[in-house]
């Protein structure tokens, strides 16, 4: 690679690294402000919020990457244009695809690292996300137990707590149980704690009483130092994580199990989000191609880029809401998935022949030591 080349590239990825940061900071807080309620409802230590909110940005991090390389390389190439830098290579010989060499290479590596992210390391993430959220969803401390609320868990069943230690300990806990019977049973402690014994989960109450109402009519009334509710009934054994097309490898994707009910309806959709798998890494070329022809496409202007440059965000957003709405189409009809490919494919196509349509001006130099200095 020559001297001017990696000047190019290193203009290039510093802004690059600085816009994927910033966008990926935003998309972190957005992230972590809907998995709030992990922390607020479901009670859940700092710990499993933040775990859930990194485990999300692969996908985050790959929808922001092309709006981060478009960014970056529009901040670059304008510089380098206003400050004529760009004009220096044109005139020091270099042709257009010199010039654009190091940018395009650059959005190549940048598609290739969202390739890699998209097959294996964002599925593997939300996997991992899925089963914390699925244990936190099944979590009997937080679904049974709510601080200064009455609950209901299960039919039938109405539990009160007033307020639950840091370590796990319940106080003032209340139980209310009705029977298929007509019979009903009150269970009142001081003090409680769920624990797991033999596998199974437990309520050890402390300090208090239990008064039993038959169907007949007879009262029962038991005071008591421990007594042990069994949890077992409230757990739905054959509940299983489910996972979504998001969760999946590429192999599940495009060739699903068709003897399992839900993956034989679900069949287009999961076909779609494969093949959204391996095209969404082409929009990084093509919004690296649209930033290019932005700034290169239309020559040296001495007024300034701006209003051309907003022109072509205009269009790198509608093509990348085009490429969603195309995704979405494919759940219906499965031959539309080559759109999913020629949409970014299309736009480097456009966004190249504008680059190349104006002949390239060329200066004769007034100091011919410089012509050897770029080159």
Not at 32 to 51: E, G, H, M, P, Y
Not at 157 to 178: E, P, R
Not at 253 to 275: C, I, S, V, Y
Not at 320 to 336: P, T, Y
Request: one cysteine or more; aromatic letters at 8%.
């Amino acid at each position: 690679m020559r001297l001017i080349d990696r000047y190019l590239l290193r203009q290039l990825l510093g802004p690059t690294v600085l816009a994927v940061c910033a966008l990926g900071a935003v998309a972190l807080l957005s992230q972590s402000l809907n998995a709030l309620d992990i922390i607020v409802t479901q009670r859940q230590s700092a710990l499993v919020f933040l775990k859930v909110t990194l485990l999300a940005m692969p996908q985050l991090i790959n929808i922001v990457l092309p709006i981060a390389l478009f960014v970056a390389a529009l901040v670059a190439l304008n510089r380098l244009q206003t400050e004529q830098e760009l004009v220096i290579c044109f005139a020091g010989g270099m042709s257009r695809s010199q010039l654009i060499a190091p940018a395009m290479r650059l959005g190549a590596m940048v598609a290739l690292l969202a390739l890699v992210t998209n097959l294996w390391i964002q599925p593997a993430a939300s996997r991992e996300m899925r089963q914390t959220l699925f244990t936190v969803r099944t979590d009997l401390a937080a679904t049974l137990i709510r601080e200064g609320e009455f609950s209901q868990p299960s039919p039938g069943l109405t539990v009160y707590a007033q307020s639950v230690d840091t370590d796990g300990l319940i106080h003032n806990l209340f139980i209310h149980q009705v029977r298929d019977d007509g019979g009903a049973t009150t269970y009142t402690a001081d003090q409680g704690r769920l624990v797991k014994r033999d596998g199974k989960p437990l309520l050890v109450m402390m300090k208090g009483s239990n008064q039993e109402f038959s169907a007949s009519g007879v009262l029962n009334f038991l005071s008591f130092d421990e007594y042990i509710f069994d949890l077992s009934s409230l757990i739905d054994s054959d509940e299983l994580v489910h996972f979504k097309p998001s969760d999946r490898y590429l192999h599940e994707l495009l060739f699903p199990d068709l003897t399992q009910d839900w993956e034989q309806r679900n069949r287009l959709k999961l076909m779609a989000e494969g093949h959204a798998r391996l095209a969404g890494p082409l929009y990084n070329i093509a919004f690296m191609a649209l930033a290019i022809s932005a700034v290169v496409g239309g020559g040296f202007s001495r007024l300034g880029y701006g209003r051309r440059m907003a022109a072509f965000g205009g269009i790198a957003a509608g093509v990348r809401i085009l490429g969603f709405i195309v995704q979405a189409a494919c759940e219906d009809m499965a031959w539309i998935n080559l759109l999913q490919y020629l949409v970014p494919i299309a736009t480097v196509a456009v966004a190249l022949r504008e680059v190349y349509r104006l002949p390239v001006s060329r200066p004769e130099f007034r100091w011919p030591w410089l012509r050897g200095a770029v080159t």
